[in-house]
Each structure stands twice: as structure tokens, then as C-alpha cells.
């Protein structure tokens, strides 16, 4: 039986759980222009302004998010309290609202670009990659959003919300290259669709279905297995605790 607790309430728009390597678990507020980091049962916040969405923490506990305000990848030093950004181009044409992030085992960060694809298939995902370099993955997207890596590093999932499915593909980490994606999961009703996703350890993918009032849970073949009861209607991402004292840590909109 699936049992949901709350850990921390009144948040202005929360996406993008991530773990360090500390225990501490790190969100941002979209509406609320900051960081959250929950530690010892306390909240604290960080304001960095903008519209903080997806978030990810590399093995160095420097905490990295999309910026959809500021059109950029931007990262947060907790030891010395600093925020710089990273990325605002690929090759001189701006981002366009970077929603989602996720590292690869080699430290290359793929990233989503929704803008305003909801209607028009103009949402992209890109790639900063560990030596610097950035380019586009895939283009013609209809809101692309969260996306995930297998675990062990060899697949690529990204949800394409507003067609309410899932795109897999090969993933290169050594020229990081998606190879071959194709729809793998489809009917996420909302609506609109899947948001952030998380992989457990024996391959299958846990979706916030955005509007559902649900996560999905999906088998290795992409196939709806369950839906998990929330107390909101709109999660927007997941993510496992390293410890496994929390299980599954979700953020909710509603």
C-alpha cells in the first residue's frame, strides 16, 4: 500500500526535487524565485530570482536548475552562497525557457526547451556537455518536459507533455548523442500530460502526470502498471531518496 506524508507545505509553484550528497533535498519555487532545501525537518530558502524550474545536483553538491525567466542553466554554490549562470545561447540563438535537467555518468547535462509549444511543435532539448560545448538533441517537440536517465546510464527518456507520452532513445555519454528516440509511452492523460519522471533501480519509471492527481508507474516496456493517489492535482517532478528513508519525494503545484 502506498502511504503519502507531507514533508513541507506553502510552496509557490515547487519542481525538481534532487538529493545531495549530504541527505539534504533540494527544490525551487517557479513563482517564488528561489531554491528550498530541506534539511533536519527545516526549510530554508535561497532567493535567486527569475523563474527557478527543473533542478539537479552534480557530485560536488553544486546545485544546477533551468532558469525560464532568465532564458538560462544557471548554478548555486552552497559553501559560498553564490549563483552564476552557465548558459543563455546555443550558438548565439537564445534558449527558450529551459524547463527540465538531468546529468549523465560522464557529467553531460541534457536539458529540455519547451518556450511555448503547447500548440506548435517548436520545443527542443539540448545538451551542455562536460568539457563546455552545447547543441541541440532533438527539435520539433510538442512541450517537451522532465526527462531521465535509465539506471545505468544507456537510455534517455523525455516526456513530451502536451501530447500526453514519453520519447526513448540510446543515449552516447562519450559524444553525448541521442540516438534513435522514439515514442515509447503513450496515454499520460492529464491533461495536459507528464511532467518530471524518476527511474527506480529495477528499470521501471515513475511519472508526475500533471493534472492527474497521479504519479504513474510504468514497467520496463513503458507500460502503465499503476497509478499513485495524490493529495494535490498537479505534480510536476519525482525523485528517489538516495537513503530510501523517504522512498519516492514528489512536488505538487496545486
Not at 502506498?2 to 507545505?9: D, G, H, R, Y
Not at 527545516?42 to 527543473?54: E, H, M, Y
Not at 500530460?193 to 533501480?201: I, S, T, V
Request: aromatic share 10%.
Amino acid at each position: 500500500m502506498n502511504e503519502v506524508s507531507i514533508l513541507a507545505e506553502g510552496l509557490a509553484f515547487p519542481e525538481g526535487p534532487a538529493f545531495d550528497s549530504k541527505g539534504r533535498l533540494w527544490a525551487v519555487e517557479l513563482k517564488g524565485e528561489a531554491l528550498v532545501c530541506l534539511e533536519g525537518g527545516a526549510l530554508r530558502r535561497i532567493p535567486v530570482g527569475g523563474r527557478p524550474n527543473g533542478l539537479a545536483v552534480d557530485g560536488q553538491d553544486l546545485v544546477y536548475f533551468c532558469d525560464s525567466g532568465q532564458n538560462a542553466i544557471r548554478r548555486y554554490d552552497s559553501v559560498n552562497g553564490t549563483t552564476e549562470s552557465l548558459l543563455s545561447d546555443i550558438g548565439g540563438t537564445p534558449l527558450n525557457m529551459p524547463n527540465d535537467l538531468a546529468f549523465d555518468p560522464l557529467g553531460n547535462l541534457v536539458f529540455t526547451c519547451p518556450g511555448q509549444s503547447r500548440q506548435e511543435p517548436t520545443g527542443y532539448s539540448c545538451v551542455l556537455t562536460a568539457s563546455g560545448e552545447s547543441k541541440y538533441l532533438a527539435t520539433g517537440l510538442y512541450f517537451p518536459n522532465g526527462l531521465a536517465f535509465s539506471p545505468d546510464g544507456r537510455d534517455l527518456v523525455v516526456a513530451e507533455t502536451y501530447r500526453q507520452r514519453i520519447w526513448r532513445g540510446g543515449w552516447q555519454a562519450e559524444t553525448a548523442t541521442w540516438v534513435e528516440p522514439k515514442v515509447w509511452a503513450t496515454g499520460l492523460d492529464g491533461p495536459p500530460g507528464p511532467d518530471g519522471m524518476a527511474f527506480a533501480e529495477d528499470g521501471t519509471l515513475f511519472v508526475a502526470v500533471y493534472g492527474s492527481g497521479s504519479v504513474f508507474h510504468l514497467d520496463p516496456a513503458g507500460r502503465i502498471m499503476e497509478r499513485i493517489a495524490l493529495p494535490g492535482a498537479n505534480p510536476t517532478n519525482c525523485a528517489f531518496d538516495p537513503s530510501g528513508a523517504l522512498g519516492l519525494v514528489v512536488t505538487e503545484a496545486e
